[in-house]
């Protein structure tokens, strides 16, 4: 978004093309060859690309790191304070994928009230000859995930439908039990 008065029409637009970062704490830029968190950067080749990376916190973190196709590709250095951060340098892009900012913390630091503190940027996505990213490994593990999920749903439908074990719940809770 431009610098000045927030507009909902600019942040609904922002937010459409991906232009977000989520956190709990610290604030994030991010560009990859001068191409902003949300678009594209289209390449003939496989190549050394420059990054800029911004961070500003309330708290201090442990790690900043460029992740690229889910591998950390940069590990950034922090400042005495470990609370801000502004550095550029050269990510080695050799296929299609994407790269994000994130920063994080071991454990919770106050006033942020959570396990630990976390912030990362949508995607830059990165474009090489056109070929779309695959990653049969992410895929995998997403379909496994996925079974997971059904097997719980399915495990605790059972349990709301009255099944033993739900009429034990149920009497348990002191619910009332259908006959």
Request: proline fraction near 7%; charged fraction near 20%; include cysteine.
């Amino acid at each position: 978004m431009a610098n000045g008065p927030i507009r909902s029409e600019a942040w609904l637009d922002a937010l459409r093309q991906g232009r977000t970062f989520a956190t709990n704490g610290p604030l994030l830029d991010f560009s990859v060859a001068g191409n902003p968190i949300g678009s594209t950067l289209r390449l003939e080749r496989g190549q050394g690309v420059p990054f800029s990376a911004r961070l500003r916190s309330i708290v201090p973190v442990d790690h900043a790191q460029v992740v690229c196709n889910g591998r950390v590709a940069r590990e950034l250095a922090l400042g005495p304070h470990r609370d801000r951060l502004d550095v550029s340098g050269t990510l080695p892009i050799v296929s299609s994928g994407w790269c994000v900012l994130r920063a994080f913390t071991a454990k919770a630091e106050y006033p942020v009230l959570d396990n630990f503190v976390y912030a990362t940027t949508s995607p830059v996505y990165v474009s090489v000859r056109g070929a779309a990213p695959r990653s049969p490994e992410d895929a995998r593990y997403f379909e496994a995930w996925i079974d997971h999920l059904l097997q719980n749903h399915r495990q605790l439908s059972r349990l709301e439908l009255g099944d033993g074990e739900g009429r034990c719940a149920a009497e348990a809770q002191g619910r009332p039990v259908g006959v």
